[in-house]
């Protein structure tokens, strides 16, 4: 049995991961983070309110009590669009608001929860696994489309922190694993506006949470950085 906290967890593919956690009973308690507040539907489920400032990710994470020293972590934050931007097809759409929008919600907010999650876990924790949602197009040596200019950059600036934290994990924290997830195109509100001309299969949110929770159980701490798709296939960084 292990702890399970799911940062961002209002989400569709993370209210999926923690329902299956829930009904499984595969967890000894699960603590849920999301900037609004949840109802809680087992007993051994806590929730925090927290709205991703640096000083409400601290208090949170000063707030943290985990009933098992085995640890799992799945970090959903991120966005692709909203009502004042969308992703840039040239660069003549680049702009200063959407690249800084992006990059505090895909890679500074995630990047703070690792932060804040490494003196804990270097003090209480036999193991951690940390499970973060980046992306395929955040590959750099996978470009070969171009576009998306904020969005890809976001990603990979992601990438780089997941790999960096890695080494300061496995050097406090021997039994460490950090991965970098591409859920694939998952019928959400983060996809909507390009499923109806993707190429790609849609998947359920429960089918990625399944995949999820198989690969982040079935990976071996080994203080090293992954970077996997869905099917647990590598992506090159």
């Known amino acids: 049995m292990y702890s399970t906290l799911i940062i961002g967890a209002n989400s569709a593919i993370a209210h999926a991961i923690s329902e299956k956690l829930i009904s499984a009973k595969a967890c000894d308690d699960l603590i849920l983070v999301s900037r609004s507040p949840i109802t809680v539907t087992s007993s051994n489920v806590v929730s925090f309110v927290c709205d991703y400032s640096e000083p409400s990710i601290e208090h949170v994470?000063?707030?943290?009590?985990?009933?098992?020293?085995?640890?799992?972590?799945?970090?959903?934050?991120?966005?692709?669009?909203?009502?004042?931007?969308?992703?840039?097809?040239?660069?003549?759409?680049?702009?200063?608001?959407?690249?800084?929008?992006?990059?505090?919600?895909?890679?500074?907010?995630?990047?703070?929860?690792?932060?804040?999650?490494?003196?804990?876990?270097?003090?209480?924790?036999?193991?951690?696994?940390?499970?973060?949602?980046?992306?395929?197009?955040?590959?750099?040596?996978?470009?070969?489309?171009?576009?998306?200019?904020?969005?890809?950059?976001?990603?990979?600036?992601?990438?780089?922190?997941?790999?960096?934290?890695?080494?300061?994990?496995?050097?406090r924290i021997i039994q460490s694993k950090l991965i970098a997830f591409h859920p694939g195109m998952t019928d959400t509100p983060l996809s909507k506006p390009f499923q109806s001309r993707a190429s790609y299969t849609l998947f359920t949110p429960e089918f990625v949470a399944e995949r999820a929770l198989n690969i982040i159980e079935n990976t071996h701490c080994d203080g090293k950085a992954s970077y996997v798709d869905w099917d647990n296939q590598k992506i090159e960084w």
């Open 61 to 171: 994470a000063s707030q943290l009590t985990f009933k098992n020293t085995h640890l799992r972590v799945f970090v959903c934050n991120g966005t692709l669009h909203s009502d004042h931007y969308f992703p840039e097809k040239k660069a003549g759409e680049l702009t200063e608001e959407a690249m800084l929008s992006l990059f505090r919600a895909n890679t500074v907010v995630p990047s703070l929860w690792l932060k804040y999650l490494l003196p804990i876990a270097s003090k209480k924790l036999d193991d951690i696994k940390i499970m973060l949602f980046s992306a395929r197009v955040g590959s750099i040596s996978d470009n070969e489309l171009g576009g998306w200019y904020s969005y890809r950059a976001s990603k990979a600036a992601l990438n780089m922190m997941i790999k960096t934290f890695s080494v300061e994990y496995k050097r």
